[in-house]
């Protein structure tokens, strides 16, 4: 699968595109190129584009994630910055994301296929599979209700082994359960 080409003219339509958020000093001198009917303003520039929008995630037919300077709160207006490149395309049914967590911040996040060069053997879902998984891994790094009959050691540890199979096996959560019972 290759990635199309995207550009001021088609940027906005059934993408995925992870944003970093920059400082509004970094626009300050900028003119707005367009204004959504949302409100949402854009600069655009030959390498890429300035988004400033109180609202982020699912933007209507598009996956676009903020990575924040700092703790992230919707509805505060921020920009964020995006190079064309890093438009890929975006469809709820096509199996075109993969999950990665970090144990250390347990921070769970969902990233293209084609945005990186994937060198581990990982499950590729559809959007919706996709935020199922991200929902239930949360559950197990958060919550204890789930390990209720589950014979395991350390919880930590087990933890590891349960988000472990859910990024990369295509098992059901039930299923990984009845392995511990």
């Known amino acids: 699968m290759e990635n199309k080409i995207y550009n001021k003219q088609n940027f906005h339509s059934y993408t995925f595109c992870i944003w970093r958020e920059v400082l509004f000093s ?36 598009c996956h676009w994630r903020l990575i924040p300077l700092d703790k992230f709160k919707n509805q505060k207006t921020i920009v964020g910055y995006a190079n064309w ?63 209720k009959h589950l014979k395991y050691q350390d919880l930590e540890v087990f933890r590891k082994i349960i988000v472990n199979e859910l990024i990369y096996s295509e098992k059901r959560f039930i299923e990984i359960k009845r392995q511990y019972l």
């Open 26 to 61: 970094e626009i300050n001198d900028i003119k707005i190129s367009y204004k959504s009917k949302s409100g949402s303003q854009y600069i655009f520039s030959t390498d890429g584009l300035y988004r400033i929008s109180n609202h982020w995630g699912r933007v209507a037919n």
């Open 85 to 147: 490149t890093d438009f890929y395309s975006n469809n709820d049914n096509s199996k075109l994301f993969f999950i990665k967590v970090d144990f250390e911040t347990q921070d769970v996040n969902f990233y293209h296929k084609l945005s990186t060069e994937i060198q581990e053997k990982i499950v590729i879902r559809n959007a919706k599979e996709t935020a199922k998984t991200i929902q239930i891994i949360k559950m197990v790094l958060n919550e204890k209700d789930w390990t």
